[in-house]
């Protein structure tokens, strides 16, 4: 396998729970994933960019527009999971995840990360920008992230954190779905077959590496996510 310095991997699951065929949904004429991978090739170069799919539509549709594509399994825990898998197909120090379903990415924020991945290829990193909000501090669709002074996570929660006795919203952040793995860490990850405790019942999948002893570092990106 050819080696590279870093990959970006688009995971996209057909058989989404919330919403059957996700990657696919036409937005303006064009396909949810495309428009993500098109995001995306304004901050690096497009030979360094894959879609990571399950499904034979997902393929067919990418290929349609020259997007080099992954076939995974259908049975990944999460979307961390399915670019593990991919981490046994292609050689790189740092793979990038970014979500199937951000259409909108910012690509300077993806740049951004790209450039931080590069001079920490052995740092877990995950991206994170202030909530502004009191509606999305509430919102249980929401990962929430506490960290330390350094930027290290703590913990991250789905519940409004951190607050005050009478719950209120003081300060907060969010995450935003943009990670950088290296390869070891990815293969701990896969190595555990189920869901951990903790990420079991938030449903976040990054706490599943500081259940496992690793750490994680949170990137200050815009708010220009979804």
């Not at 495309?34 to 799919?53: D, G, N, S, W």
């Not at 929660?157 to 943009?178: L, Y």
């Not at 290296?182 to 259940?211: G, H, N, Y």
């Amino acid at each position: 396998m050819k080696k590279m310095n870093y990959v970006v991997i688009i995971p996209a699951r057909y058989g989404s729970s919330r919403l059957e065929g996700k990657p696919l949904v036409d937005l303006c004429g064009t396909p949810m994933i495309v428009r993500t991978y098109l995001q995306c090739i304004k901050a690096c170069p497009p030979e360094k960019v894959f879609v990571a799919c399950d499904d034979e539509r997902i393929k067919v549709v990418c290929e349609q527009y020259n997007i080099q594509v992954l076939m995974t399994s259908s049975d990944c825990l999460t979307g961390t999971d399915r670019v593990a898998e991919c981490a046994q197909q292609l050689d790189a120090d740092v793979y990038i995840n970014v979500q199937g379903d951000e259409p909108v990415f910012n690509p300077n924020d993806l740049k951004l990360f790209i450039n931080e991945a590069q001079n920490s290829p052995t740092d877990i990193l995950n991206g994170v920008c202030e909530i502004k909000d009191g509606e999305l501090f509430k919102s249980g669709t929401i990962p929430k992230a506490v960290m330390r002074a350094d930027g290290r996570l703590l913990y991250m929660s789905r519940a409004g954190v951190p607050t005050n006795m009478k719950h209120e919203f003081i300060k907060s952040w969010r995450q935003v779905c943009v990670y950088a793995f290296p390869k070891k860490a990815l293969e701990a990850f896969k190595a555990q077959k189920v869901k951990t405790p903790l990420e079991k019942i938030e449903d976040i999948e990054i706490l599943r590496f500081l259940e496992l002893g690793w750490e994680v570092r949170m990137v200050p990106l815009s708010t220009q996510s979804v």
